[in-house]
């Protein structure tokens, strides 16, 4: 029984539950089931118009954005499943920013619900920096199954990395 590396701090109970299906070789098979199909978004260029859709349904006077990509640097491993980066610079007498958002390139080939539980993730730090109550609000004004869509989503990532050991 391999620990179920992304689901730490969640209930018991929850991770019992997930366990049993991975034990049973079962987690796979709801997998295909609940998430059967892919997307269409292979390029940074189609994630830029991924993105922006959203970012004009939802968050119209947040600050443009300058540059959207897949990256494989983004690992879960290490935590980062995607990033919203800000740099403010002086170009010379006026204040340019920039913002980036960057999404682990596995979501390329993963379920088109969690690259969007990914989007709206980043988007949402468009305007809440921390990952504080009005942070999660907002996840869920943009995506209403926001949280159940990270958790199957971390239960994914646990079923992809099994399935690369086997």
Not at 29 to 53: C, F, I, N
Not at 79 to 108: C, Y
Request: charged share 25%; hydrophobic share 35%; aromatic share 12%.
């Amino acid at each position: 029984m391999t620990p179920l590396r992304y689901l730490n701090g969640y209930p018991p109970a929850i991770v019992a539950q997930a366990q049993t299906l991975f034990d049973q070789g079962k987690m796979g098979l709801w997998m295909e089931k609940r998430y059967p199909h892919g997307h269409g978004v292979q390029t940074d260029k189609a994630l830029y118009q991924y993105v922006s859709d959203f970012k004009q349904r939802y968050l119209k006077n947040a600050p443009a954005l300058s540059k959207v990509l897949f990256d494989n640097r983004q690992n879960p491993v290490k935590g980062t499943l995607g990033t919203n980066t800000f740099v403010s610079r002086v170009q010379g007498g006026k204040l340019k920013s920039n913002n980036e958002i960057r999404i682990a390139t596995l979501f390329r080939n993963g379920p088109e619900d969690f690259l969007r539980m990914i989007v709206v993730h980043e988007l949402a730090h468009l305007k809440e920096k921390d990952h504080n109550k009005a942070f999660y609000q907002l996840c869920c004004h943009m995506e209403p199954d926001y949280h159940q869509l990270e958790f199957d989503m971390r239960l994914w990532l646990n079923w992809r990395e099994r399935a690369e050991k086997e």
